[in-house]
């Protein structure tokens, strides 16, 4: 992929970091996106066609935000989320009592199913993270079942917005979190990060059929949907 890898993408690096910084992840979301991320997470599941029984999973689930508003809109559905980081699936999982929802710990770029067994898969702010990411994209299309539904969210393309985020996120994780370094990380692999139309073109590569893109937040957000 076109991802001009300048920060330290190692699988090791990135579970650390994500570890040290999971207590403080949902409250640092909030406060960075001033809540609006979960507009955007909501948004662009509602933009799937998910249908009552399908079997979907979340590819660096995280905290489960993606997982949970999936399985609230669609109770019936069987939802897995599969993240490397325990301390963030930790959270996810004081998040779903009932157990309602998968969890499990693994890495996206060597996933333990089989071949066109899901019929959605989604990954949000999750590829930027990862320095093999064209075997996570791989490994997306390799369990996504045909006609399936793959969906990406990223940050979009630099605007007004963008830099307003950029500028105030190394200040915001100075007064709230002893990690700041870690935020540093963020702005850098946002920047380094492929656009939209880019990163399209390597899911392409990939073998995934485009379907439709949303732009949130100004194109701040962007939702790349591709089938297989
Ligand atoms: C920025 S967080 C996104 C979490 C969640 N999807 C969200 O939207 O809030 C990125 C997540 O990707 C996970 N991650 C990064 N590389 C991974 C890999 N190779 N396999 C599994 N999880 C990975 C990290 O542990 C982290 O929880």
Redesign the pocket.
Known sequence: MTDKNTVDKT?EA??VM??MI?RK??FM?NIMSFGT?YYV?YRSIKSLNIKPHDNII?????????ARIIKYFHPDACVTG????EE??KIAKTKNPKRKIRYLQ????NLPYEDNSFDIVT????L???A?AEK?VEEAYRILKPQGSFLH?DFGNQNFLSKIYETTTPILAKMFTENYFSYDY?IKSKQTFPSPDDLIKDFENKGFIFKKRNDYLFGVISAETMTK
């Open positions: 699988p990135i579970h994500f570890n999971s992840y949902d979301n991320h997470k979340d590819l660096c689930c995280g905290t489960g935000d993606l599969i993240d490397f980081s963030m699936l693994g890495d996206v770029t990954m949000g702010f999750g930027r993270n990862i093999n996570a969210l963020l």
